[in-house]
Structures are given as C-alpha cells and as structure tokens.
C-alpha cells in the first residue's frame, strides 16, 4: 500500500513537470522555419500569408511545447481538452494564460516569444 502511494505521487510528480518542461528552443524554432510553406494533411500550405504564417508557427509552436499536457488532438491528457477552446476564451485571454500560467499550467513568457505565444493564442482561439 505505501509503494502504491510513492509510485503515484512520484508518476504525479514526474507528469506535471514534464507539462513545464521545454526542450531547446532554438532546435524548435530552427524544425519550425524548416516547415514553413510545406503541405500539411489537409493538403492547404502553410507559412506563406500573414494569418497562414502565425496559425502555422502557433501549430508548430504548440506541438513542440504544449504536446505533453495537452495531447497531439488537442484531447488533453495531464493538461484540460483544448479542442473546443476558442469557443470559451478569446486569442487575447488564451495569450494570458499561455504567458502567465495558471493553476497547473506553467507560465511560458520568458521560455517562448511574444510571436510565439500570439502565434499559439491564435491558433488555439480559432478552436470552436
């Protein structure tokens, strides 16, 4: 019984900070840029106008960062479903939350850009 309860508090421990864990941004942003203007599944380009750039780099934005908590889909996982956020929050409150965190959301300003953060936001918000 007490093995139980150290396993699960030490699998609860290891799964929360790997939602505020970020790999190295450089290599993300650097796998971002090589991305841009490539065919995605939906057979539409991304990354060549202004809106299409910012929802591409806020997708690859949120791949490389958000994946962990949030899950591939969107579906949630240690982190809440994000699928149908943007019919709750606006791409300014989302940014809010991206930047400053909340409850167990780490805060990301500092670990990602501004653009980065806009960029996620606004992908994120047209999630209806």
Known sequence: MKKSIIFLSLLLVLSLSACGKSSDNNNNQGAANNNAGTTGNTGTTT???????????????????CV???????????????QKVGAKYSADEIAGIVSNGRGGMPAFKGQL????????????????
């Open 47 to 65: 990354g060549q106008t202004g809106g299409n750039a910012a929802a591409g780099n806020g997708e690859a934005t949120f791949k490389a960062n």
């Open 68 to 82: 962990s908590c949030h899950g591939n889909n969107l579906e949630g996982a240690v982190g809440p479903n994000l």
């Open 113 to 128: 850009s501004d653009a980065d953060i806009q960029g996620v936001a606004q992908w994120l918000a047209a999630k209806k």
